[in-house]
């Protein structure tokens, strides 16, 4: 009777879904200068993270453009002066600096972008920030990135 009953608890565990890290996560952006979060955990079970971003908002990439840039929170207000004086036509983000470690393109009103990134680019003993790079918009776009588990 007890090896039935033990037969029959695997099974009925065995039905359950693992569980899995969530390696991925949606963020929205609106026409007010606004992330709809502003913190991120990422698992250190992810090879790679994605994030989709929305922009909810309507008015057009050249006057409320959004993207999602990170990089270490040491580097922040340098690369954020830097992406303004990189200007419109490379999306606001210096071309192939070392300090970004993963961002989108820039959107407006409407659109959607993603991007993946190898997780192993994060250190545990450092911490990290994301940001939008438009011009005005890094001070009150910003929110923390962790590596969590």
Not at 37 to 52: G, L, R, W
Not at 90 to 99: A, K, M, N, S
Request: aromatic share 8%; proline share 3%; hydrophobic share 45%.
């Amino acid at each position: 009777m007890l090896r039935w009953i033990v037969v029959a608890l695997l099974l009925l565990l065995a039905s359950f879904p693992v569980l899995a890290a969530e390696c991925e996560v949606d963020i929205a952006a609106t026409d007010q200068m606004t992330f709809d979060t502003d913190a991120i955990e990422i698992s250190k079970s992810c090879d790679t993270f994605t994030v989709n971003l929305t922009h909810e908002g309507t008015m057009p990439v050249t006057s409320m453009g959004h993207n999602w840039v990170l990089a270490k929170e040491s580097e922040i207000n340098d690369l954020a002066s830097d992406a303004v004086a990189a200007g419109a036509d490379q999306g606001y983000l210096p071309p192939d600096d070392e300090r970004v470690i993963a961002h989108t393109d820039m959107i407006g009103g409407g659109e959607n972008t993603s991007v993946t990134f190898d997780v192993a680019k994060l250190q545990e003993d450092e911490e990290y920030l994301f940001f939008c790079s438009f011009p005005g918009h890094s001070m009150m776009m910003r929110g923390s990135v962790t590596l969590v588990d």
